[in-house]
């Protein structure tokens, strides 16, 4: 009898065992289970750091593409406007004798604006374009020019630059805006050292139209 008690009660465990059990059971799966949150916290807390260097590095990329595209966009932009834009011919001067002047100097009104300007100043391109008349004899407009020089614009306009002491380039060059072309001077009819500057609208002498007033249109303020 008593073997067979004791059978029975190695075959079904007393109620504290089994409390135990589970209890223990309890404990094991909260242990597991908190070591795989804590393992998760872990690996989450580990990953910020991860996420955020590689979040910095893709700002500091995007960033560094944005300074390059800027770069790129505003060199474009500046060579769209020296492609568009208009300068004087000289950069320190004096104005002397105006459009449409007129007296015994000239055999008709005078045809440009005067700079007044000593023999050798540098005369630029008042606009991009392509050199058409360039040498002595008002690059043949006439003597009373002396060494003048003539540039096609794209928009159809014509600029001359007269009594050059030194020409510097020649018929068929390509010019830019803001480009040496010559040195100022006091040849052919001149009462002194000065650049006479013209827009036309052909090449030819007799087709010019008011210099300064043309300035004032493209937004240069003579």
Do not use: C
Request: overall charge positive; charged content about 15%; proline content about 4%.
């Amino acid at each position: 009898m008593s073997k067979r008690v004791t059978f029975q009660h190695s075959r079904r465990p007393s109620m504290s065992r089994v409390s135990g059990a589970v209890v223990a059971a309890g404990l094991g799966a909260s242990m597991v289970f908190g070591a795989g949150a804590a393992f998760a916290s872990g690996t989450t807390d580990t990953a910020k750091p991860a996420v955020t260097a590689g979040a910095s590095t893709a700002d500091s990329v995007a960033k560094q593409a944005s300074v390059q595209s800027k770069a790129a966009s505003d060199k474009e932009a500046a060579a769209k406007k020296a492609a568009t834009s208009w300068q004087t011919p000289v950069s320190h001067y004096v104005l002397s004798a105006t459009y449409g002047t007129g007296g015994d100097r000239w055999a008709s009104k005078h045809s440009g604006q005067d700079f007044a300007v000593p023999v050798g100043t540098k005369v630029e391109a008042a606009h991009a374009g392509t050199v058409v008349k360039a040498g002595p004899n008002g690059g043949g407009d006439g003597p009373a020019y002396g060494n003048a020089i003539v540039i096609k614009h794209s928009n159809g306009k014509y600029s001359q630059y007269a009594h050059l002491s030194k020409i510097q380039v020649k018929v068929g060059d390509k010019v830019k805006t803001g480009q040496q072309i010559a040195l100022s001077g006091n040849t052919g009819n001149s009462s002194g050292p000065h650049l006479h500057f013209e827009i036309r609208t052909t090449p030819n002498y007799g087709s010019a139209i008011n210099p300064v007033s043309y300035l004032n249109s493209v937004h240069v303020s003579v």
